[in-house]
């Protein structure tokens, strides 16, 4: 089953503690994306990888990193969370063969609350 | 003035109605236009994905962009109890670009 995978779907942690959050697809997709949603704000980019080892800045990149050393991973590092970072994390992830990463699929989501 | 705007709802609507959500948008340059659907504590599930301006059907869904307004809109037919969730409008120019969205709009079918 095509699918994008997300670990753990719930998490709660103190400030400051290191965290990862796994994303995996199994599509082959050359395009994968980390977005956060918040109440009243909606979905916001927050890094994304148009392949392995090629990532960049979204709209709200601040206390987060990524890194894509295999095409079907992209990790979610925060370094040092704070409460500013609990939110609802989604991995996405598409293929750019039609010019662009616009059919984009997305994981469950990642419950993060920061204590 | 934000880039996507989107009424947040909720639109409350009985079985069977047509249902019309919409989307306005004021970057120009985006050519590439999708509709999510999410349910409760559920990822964002791709239902339509059209380019540039004109019309696209899928099923009961019918999606329309309408560039000269800059105005998108989403249509149900012959809505059902099972269509109740938030839908977010999602756009981009293309390329490397991120894809903007709106903050999504509540739908609720009353049986």
């Known amino acids: 089953e095509a699918q994008v995978t997300q670990n753990p779907r719930y998490l709660i942690t103190v400030t400051g503690k290191k965290l990862t959050v796994t994303c995996s697809q199994n599509?082959?997709?050359?395009?994968m994306s980390w977005y956060r949603q918040d109440p009243g704000l909606g979905l916001r980019q927050i890094y994304y990888s148009m392949n392995v080892e090629v990532t960049d800045k979204g709209d709200v990149p601040e206390g987060y990193k990524v890194s894509r050393k295999e095409k079907r991973n992209f990790p979610l590092i925060l370094e040092s969370p704070s409460p500013n970072q609990t939110s609802l994390y989604f991995c996405?992830?598409?293929?750019?063969?039609?010019?662009?990463?616009?059919?984009?699929?997305f994981g469950p989501g990642t419950r993060l609350t920061v204590t | 003035q934000k880039e996507v705007e989107q009424d947040p709802g909720p639109l409350s609507v009985p079985e069977g109605a047509i249902v019309s959500l919409n989307c306005t948008y004021s970057?120009?340059?985006?050519?590439?236009f999708m509709w999510y659907r999410q349910y409760s504590r559920k990822g964002p599930e791709l239902l339509m994905y059209?380019?540039?301006?004109g019309n696209k059907e899928d099923g009961r869904f019918t999606a329309q962009v309408d560039k000269s307004s800059k105005y998108i809109s989403l249509f149900i037919r012959d809505s059902q109890p099972s269509d109740s969730a938030t839908y977010l409008c999602?756009?981009?120019?293309?390329?490397?670009?991120?894809?903007?969205f709106g903050k999504g709009t509540h739908l609720i079918i009353q049986p």
């Open positions: 599509m082959n997709h050359e395009y």
């Open positions: 999602a756009m981009t120019g293309g390329g490397a670009d991120g894809l903007t």
């Open positions: 970057n120009s340059a985006f050519q590439y």
């Open positions: 059209t380019y540039s301006s």
């Open positions: 996405a992830s598409s293929s750019t063969g039609t010019g662009g990463p616009y059919e984009q699929y």
